[in-house]
Every structure is written in C-alpha cells, then in structure tokens.
C-alpha cells in the first residue's frame, strides 16, 4: 500500500478548479467577508431547511464551486468567557473528517480572518493538517510500512492508534 501525499497550495480564488471541494470554517457565514459572497446562497437554501445547521458539519451541493459541494464546519459561538481559537482548531478538524468521508482528495480549507482571534487561520489549518497526518500514520502503521527503529516508539504510537482504528 502506497500513500500519497498532496502538496499543500496556497490560492485566494475559491473557485480555484485545482481542488474538489471547499471546506468552510467559520462562527456564521451571514458575516463572510464580500470576497466569499458565492458562498452564502448556498448556505443560507440549507439552513433553511435543517433546524440543527451550524451544529453539525454538513455537506451542501454548491454548483459553480470546485467539485460542486461545500462542506460547512462552523465552530460556533466564540464570544463566550471560556471559549478560545482551539474552537477553530476543532472546527477544522472535524470538517477535514467529514471531507475524507465525502471523498474529497484536495480539499480547499477557507477560513476568514476573525477580528477577535489573530491566529484563527493557523490553528484551523493546523487543526485539519493533525488530521491528515494522524491518518498517513494509521494507514502506513496498518499496512506494515511504517519503519520504526525503537520498539518502545512503535509501542507509542500503535498504543495512540488504537483510538482511532
């Protein structure tokens, strides 16, 4: 079993056709940014429709946009006293799951820039990029190809791949 991995590109046209799909990060899409326009009708048809959106990750047949589907992972409210940019984190994290169970190869990450947190980008990128690795690891350590010359290391990371298996 091989495993590739896609190079990381970097595009401020989201509807770059070099991807299959956008993954959208963000507490509301009613305050994207007017660049990110084509992205609100989708969503508001959808939200119309599900009283649970914004709660879930959800995937939104999008047509004009890259693979004609975008997937909508928002990290909900973060103006509360406890809440932190780990919620962007997590908000990426979980979309780039959802993404993979859609199928998506090349996945477009958009994040706005959120004026209460400088770094949310970062971490949602991070966020999503812990994923992907943590399932290079589980695929390369299930098919016998992942070379570990220290065999208390292999004990550690087959012991953290239980939870995910």
């Not at 091989?2 to 990060?25: A, E, H, M, R, Y």
């Amino acid at each position: 079993m091989s495993v590739s991995v896609q190079p990381i590109q970097w595009t401020s046209d989201c509807k770059d056709p070099n991807f299959d799909g956008i993954i959208l990060i963000t507490q509301s899409y009613e305050q994207l940014p007017d660049e990110l326009e084509c992205l609100k009708a989708p969503l508001q048809d959808y939200s119309a429709l599900d009283c649970c959106f914004g709660e879930e990750v959800v995937v939104v047949k999008a047509p004009g946009l890259p693979g004609n589907r975008l997937l909508f992972a928002s990290t909900g409210p973060v103006n509360r006293d406890y809440d932190d940019i780990r919620r962007f984190s997590d908000a990426a994290a979980n979309g780039i799951k959802r993404a993979l169970k859609t199928g998506m190869q090349r996945p477009l990450l958009v994040c706005p820039q959120h004026n209460s947190y400088a770094k949310n980008t970062l971490a949602a990128v991070l966020g999503a990029l812990q994923i992907l690795y943590m399932n290079m690891i589980k695929k390369l350590a299930l098919s016998g190809n992942l070379k570990i010359k220290h065999w208390w290391r292999k004990v550690k990371i087959l012991t953290l791949l239980q939870k995910y298996i």
